[in-house]
């Protein structure tokens, strides 16, 4: 199983924070077909293949996901799909 693990500074209040994490999970869920739900300050994100979580700090946003075999090849594109995003956002 591979792993993806970023860490992302943001300057936002935590609010807004939320608010863009989520407005990412929307998008992913149409996308992807990825099922979310917050636990505190943590999005934990799963569909078949992806088991993950994007958790809202202070300062920074710790993304972590564990991929499958399949997914695991794409590791590269789907990792910079998540930073491009982040970039974007905050």
């Known amino acids: 199983m591979s792993g993806i ?3 992302h500074a943001h300057s936002l209040p935590m609010a807004k924070a939320r608010k ?3 407005q990412v999970a929307k998008k992913l869920a149409e996308r992807f ?3 979310y ?3 505190g300050d943590t999005l934990n994100f799963a569909r078949s293949g992806v ?3 994007i958790a809202l700090e202070p300062k920074q946003l710790h993304v972590t ?4 075999f399949l997914l695991s090849a794409m590791k590269g594109p789907i990792e910079a ?3 491009r995003v982040l970039s974007e956002k905050f």
């Open 5 to 7: 693990d970023i860490h």
């Open 20 to 22: 863009a994490v989520e």
């Open 33 to 35: 077909d990825v099922e």
């Open 37 to 39: 739900g917050w636990d």
């Open 51 to 53: 088991d993950g979580k």
């Open 65 to 68: 996901a564990s991929l499958g």
């Open 81 to 83: 799909e998540i930073r």
